[in-house]
């Protein structure tokens, strides 16, 4: 059953039913761009980098205790506890440097993703596989297009055709979705500031709160170079990072009452909002508890 009481909550910590796990994340050699979202699974650091293998366009599901079948690359939050009801308690993070503040944190549970997303060609990328998410129906997954290797510089837009929570196939972009020419790993290429941009989630169509599967993707234009992957995950918290140096705290429990459920086999981990230019090189760190019961 969920934790439902401060009872309940200090009978399981009692029982020792909780986990933290230390995270620490590093930036690239590039800097990041104020307003756009970045994937930071892809980075080095613990855990380690999310490569992302597999087939191009074929569907690869994502765990915690295999990660991507390559790269464990997920936050560990103490593995599948059956019957009882995990939770995320609070979640902790800071930077050290002055250009990594201010900005977001946001958690998800990247249920999975498409890799080799072509993104030099202007034909019609069929994906394949059906995935089978931790959440039913696919009701509140999001998706992102995460950037492999850097973009080309021909301005392209994105279109998309998914099925949606309720199973209604043929859902499309309700707007134009404007990708970054000369996008970097690991941009979120369709966030940003510009005319078009959206982020850090693809945007669905009006009624749309989910999405199951997706079946394909083409670029308006090809962009001259460079992949990407297409993830699908669940949001499920986030933080904001406003003084550099200074630990960032988020109670879960007092703070913001809403003990995000963290499904059995969730595979976390972090996207990172820029609320300013971001030097390369920058450690992104902190910690996360979880409580069951």
Not at 69 to 84: E, L, R, S, W, Y
Not at 146 to 154: F, I, L, N
Request: hydrophobic share 45%; aromatic share 8%; charged share 10%.
């Amino acid at each position: 059953m969920p934790i439902a009481s401060m009872d309940q909550l200090v009978a399981a910590i009692s029982a020792g039913k909780t986990t933290r796990y230390d995270w620490n994340k590093i930036t690239g050699a590039a800097a990041y761009a104020l307003g756009r979202w970045y994937d930071l699974s892809a980075l080095a650091g613990l855990p380690v980098a999310n490569s992302y293998p597999g087939t191009a366009l074929a569907w690869r599901a994502c765990d915690e205790s295999t990660g991507n079948g390559t790269d464990i690359f997920g936050i560990p939050h103490g593995g599948n506890v059956t019957a009882d009801v995990k939770h995320l308690l609070n979640m902790a993070a800071w930077s050290t440097a002055a250009t990594g503040v201010p900005g977001t944190l946001m958690l998800v549970d990247v249920q999975g993703y498409w890799p080799g997303i072509n993104m030099n060609v202007a034909t019609l990328q069929t994906l394949t596989g059906a995935p089978a998410p931790r959440y039913t129906d696919g009701a509140g997954l999001r998706a992102f297009l995460s950037v492999r290797t850097t973009t080309g510089a021909t301005a392209h837009n994105l279109s998309y055709s998914y099925t949606n929570q309720a199973g209604t196939t043929g859902r499309v972009q309700p707007v134009t979705v404007s990708c970054t020419a000369s996008a970097i790993v690991p941009h979120i290429t369709h966030s940003g500031t510009a005319a078009n941009n959206y982020g850090p989630f693809l945007p669905l169509a009006s009624g749309d709160s989910g999405i199951r599967n997706f079946a394909s993707v083409q670029l308006s234009a090809a962009s001259g170079a460079g992949t990407a992957a297409l993830v699908l995950c669940r949001p499920l918290a986030q933080i904001t990072l406003s003084v550099v140096g200074l630990m960032t705290e988020k109670d879960l429990l007092n703070q913001i009452p809403s003990l995000p459920r963290v499904q059995d086999g969730a595979c976390l981990t972090w996207l990172w909002g820029a609320g300013n230019a971001t030097a390369a090189a920058t450690t992104f760190a902190g910690g996360a508890e979880f409580v069951w019961g």
